[in-house]
């Protein structure tokens, strides 16, 4: 007897691709998102030294992976000191670790970032600075993860990728909704909005919008949503206003109740064998 045929994917994978469908923003509110925040970028986007015109390739990577983990005003301030002594890969390449790590202290991290950088400047001067095309020949190279690769492939070679990180993933949560898995690299519905975002042109714009938004507007407590450019559109603003009594607080109490439904969600996904990995 010939058994009919099993549809492609699990219906619960399907079921879980609908819902994520579902809540994503459509054209319209994403062009109306983007065009906001641009324009409050223009006003009061942050000054720091690698956003100008002209900046090298090697300056914008090697920035980018040191602004893992560090704020953006640390890494400014000990930039043009750092990039003297290390004008190209191949310098980063030459020094020792521990002559490395000397320069990289005032950052903290010192260590992991001088042996992961070490070994990246080691790579890229073999391949004469040239980052590969493919992306996943990118996430193999020394001390690349999601996030710096996304930095490669968006500045490298124009693509449109998010730098997604715990402010710009804030920013995107609290106007469109949370997501429900604890790490931000291996959340489907929070990975296809922020892509979704910055499907422009401005890709870098948008992103250093984002960012920016989280350090100045949209902070973890006491946001300033009065001052926000989203907040008429914004899910967790709308949310506030109707409960006007909760609103004292209310900013790290909704973090706080975020942060709990996506524990309640990793813990269902361990019992379903979904993967769970610390940030980078």
Same mark, same amino acid.
């Given at each position: 007897? *010939?058994?009919?045929?099993?549809?492609?994917?699990?219906?619960?994978?399907?079921?879980?691709?609908?819902?994520?469908?579902?809540?994503?923003? &459509?054209?319209?509110? =994403?062009?109306?998102?983007?065009?906001?925040?641009? !324009?409050?970028?223009?006003?009061?986007?942050?000054?720091?030294?690698?956003?100008? /015109?002209?900046?090298?390739?090697?300056?914008?990577?090697? *920035?980018?992976?040191?602004? @893992?983990?560090?704020?953006?005003? *640390? %890494?400014?301030?000990?930039?043009?000191?750092?990039?003297? =002594?290390?004008?190209?890969?191949?310098?980063?390449?030459?020094?020792? +670790?521990?002559?490395?790590? +000397?320069?990289?202290?005032?950052?903290?991290?010192?260590?992991?970032?001088?042996?992961?950088?070490? $070994?990246?400047?080691?790579?890229?001067? @073999? $391949?004469?600075?040239?980052?590969?095309?493919? =992306?996943? +020949?990118?996430?193999?190279?020394?001390? %690349?993860?999601?996030? %710096? !690769?996304?930095?490669?492939?968006?500045?490298?070679? &124009?693509?449109?990728?998010?730098?997604?990180?715990? &402010?710009?993933?804030? %920013?995107?949560? $609290?106007?469109?909704?949370?997501?429900?898995?604890?790490?931000?690299?291996?959340?489907?519905?929070?990975? =296809?909005?922020?892509k979704l975002i910055v499907q422009s042109r401005k890709a870098p714009r948008l992103n250093w919008a984002l960012l920016d938004l989280a350090a100045t507007v949209c902070r973890i407590r006491a946001p300033l949503c009065a001052e926000c450019p989203l907040s008429l559109t914004c899910v967790d603003y709308a949310a506030r206003r109707v409960a006007p009594a909760a609103v004292a607080g209310s900013?790290?109490?909704?973090?706080? /109740?975020?942060?709990?439904? !996506? @524990?309640?969600? @990793?813990?269902?996904?361990?019992?379903?064998?979904?993967?769970?990995?610390?940030?980078?």
């Amino acid at each position: 007897m *010939t058994r009919p045929s099993r549809p492609t994917g699990s219906p619960r994978s399907q079921h879980g691709l609908t819902d994520i469908g579902a809540r994503l923003p &459509g054209a319209t509110a =994403r062009a109306a998102f983007r065009r906001r925040l641009l !324009a409050w970028f223009e006003r009061s986007g942050r000054q720091f030294a690698w956003r100008r /015109e002209g900046t090298s390739l090697y300056r914008l990577i090697v *920035t980018e992976a040191l602004l @893992q983990l560090t704020r953006a005003e *640390t %890494v400014d301030a000990f930039y043009r000191q750092f990039f003297r =002594r290390f004008p190209s890969w191949a310098s980063l390449a030459e020094v020792s +670790e521990e002559e490395l790590g +000397e320069h990289l202290k005032p950052i903290g991290l010192w260590r992991r970032r001088a042996e992961s950088l070490r $070994r990246l400047a080691t790579e890229m001067t @073999q $391949r004469r600075g040239r980052f590969p095309q493919n =992306r996943l +020949e990118i996430e193999t190279l020394p001390g %690349v993860g999601q996030y %710096v !690769a996304n930095a490669i492939v968006m500045f490298a070679h &124009g693509g449109h990728e998010p730098l997604l990180d715990s &402010g710009a993933a804030r %920013v995107l949560e $609290r106007h469109f909704g949370p997501r429900t898995r604890a790490d931000i690299r291996y959340d489907p519905y929070l990975q =296809r909005l922020a892509k979704l975002i910055v499907q422009s042109r401005k890709a870098p714009r948008l992103n250093w919008a984002l960012l920016d938004l989280a350090a100045t507007v949209c902070r973890i407590r006491a946001p300033l949503c009065a001052e926000c450019p989203l907040s008429l559109t914004c899910v967790d603003y709308a949310a506030r206003r109707v409960a006007p009594a909760a609103v004292a607080g209310s900013a790290e109490r909704g973090d706080g /109740e975020r942060r709990r439904f !996506a @524990q309640r969600q @990793q813990q269902r996904g361990r019992s379903s064998g979904a993967e769970d990995v610390p940030p980078e």
